[in-house]
């Protein structure tokens, strides 16, 4: 932050930073919150009795957690939060580092919609370190498919869940196994990234704790302690007290560090405030529209 400031002295510099502009947060609210809205109509058409539970998002930027403010509106789901456990900065105000990349750590971001979250979920780093070994590995889809039984061309899509796609869904899992929640109960969450992007972290990973291979039994252990065992002791339910704590930890990023006002900050607590700043949406695409016309970049007819 204090680098990006300095830049911006120069006029001729503009910082767009994700942490702190709510067109962030209202891009997901507008646009990925409704087509997760209909992805969860989709998957449950004919199935009366489905009801859309919560909405799962790593934090990072918190801009994609936005839909969860969407999804809530319209269905009355629950946002979760997830973090790193090694980092558990929501959690128990903490602190430290963490290998699960692009999902950020140490502070909490302005467009947060804390006071409307619900739920925090902590996911370790060793987890989605073994389960990238697993969903990648030779040893780790023949496991997957002669023991578990998956199809092969499930496991052929499972490249495409990166370290926080992964935080993810093990989120999703523990709220499931710790609400009790049945068939008819939907949980959506968001595959943010792809394996390929950590290729050279997958062989530092192995070459330091499976230095002779990675066979079936590695394979068979990650797999039962990862997903067949998870635990659900890292999630927390936010009280109203719990929501005040995690919104107030942003005061020394937000006021005391880059300036931001106290009375901007703090009315971020209230709901209206989030309301208020929707109709910025149907004024952007309307500028958008008038300028695709004015330079002939799109025809929108």
């Not at 797999?223 to 005040?244: I, K, M, N, P, V």
Request: glycine letters at 8%; proline letters at 2%.
């Amino acid at each position: 932050y204090d680098a990006c400031n300095e830049l911006e002295q120069d006029p001729e510099i503009e910082i767009i930073n994700q942490f702190s502009e709510f067109s962030n947060h209202l891009g997901h609210y507008a646009v990925t919150g409704p087509a997760l809205g209909r992805v969860f109509e989709h998957a449950t058409a004919g199935r009366s009795d489905a009801r859309l539970v919560a909405f799962v998002s790593a934090s990072g930027s918190a801009g994609t957690l936005g839909a969860g403010d969407y999804l809530k509106d319209t269905y009355g789901s629950r946002i979760v939060a997830v973090e790193a456990l090694e980092c558990p900065t929501m959690l128990e105000n903490g602190f430290g580092d963490h290998n699960i990349q692009g999902i950020g750590d140490k502070h909490v971001p302005l467009i947060h919609n804390v006071m409307n979250t619900d739920d925090v979920v902590a996911v370790s780093d060793r987890s989605t370190d073994a389960l990238d070994a697993v969903f990648n590995t030779d040893a780790g889809k023949a496991h997957l498919v002669d023991r578990v039984g998956l199809e092969p061309s499930l496991v052929d899509m499972l490249v495409h869940m990166g370290y926080s796609a992964i935080a993810n869904a093990l989120a999703a899992i523990t709220i499931a196994k710790d609400r009790g929640l049945g068939r008819d109960d939907v949980i959506v969450t968001v595959a943010t990234d792809g394996s390929e992007l950590y290729d050279s972290e997958r062989e530092e990973y192995l070459a330091h704790h499976h230095a002779n291979g990675y066979d079936a039994v590695a394979a068979a252990s990650d797999f039962a302690r990862e997903l067949e065992s998870g635990d659900t002791a890292q999630h927390l339910e936010l009280t109203e007290q719990e929501r005040r704590r995690v919104f107030n930890l942003g005061y020394f990023t937000w006021v005391e560090q880059q300036g931001t006002s106290f009375e901007d900050f703090t009315a971020r607590s209230d709901q209206s405030f989030w309301d208020g700043m929707r109709h910025f949406v149907g004024e952007w695409d309307e500028q958008i529209r008038e300028f695709n016309a004015r330079t002939g970049t799109r025809d929108d007819d």
